[in-house]
């Protein structure tokens, strides 16, 4: 499980510690979860918050950059 932390700026950061303050939420990367179907409206509504498309695009990278580095 992977902790998402939303941030004031309209994105998205990975939270490695856990304790982050601010609004946060669990993502699943096991291949049973299927992390790659995940919308940005999800990840909103788990928030309750809006992510501008800057922040998406940049959590996309990173969530790409996890996968790749396995």
Same mark, same amino acid.
């Given at each position: %499980? =992977?902790? @998402?932390?939303?941030?004031?700026?309209?994105?998205?950061?990975?939270?490695?510690?856990? /304790?982050?303050?601010?609004?946060?939420?669990? @993502?699943? =990367? +096991?291949?049973?979860?299927?992390?790659?179907? =995940?919308?940005? +409206?999800?990840?909103?509504?788990? =928030?309750?918050?809006?992510?501008?498309?800057?922040?998406? /695009?940049?959590?996309?990278?990173?969530?790409?950059? %996890?996968? +790749?580095?396995?």
């Amino acid at each position: %499980m =992977l902790r @998402l932390v939303y941030d004031n700026g309209g994105g998205v950061k990975i939270d490695p510690t856990g /304790r982050e303050k601010g609004r946060g939420t669990y @993502l699943c =990367l +096991s291949p049973e979860c299927n992390p790659n179907t =995940l919308r940005k +409206s999800q990840l909103e509504h788990a =928030l309750r918050a809006s992510i501008t498309e800057e922040g998406w /695009r940049e959590f996309q990278g990173l969530l790409q950059k %996890m996968r +790749s580095n396995g």
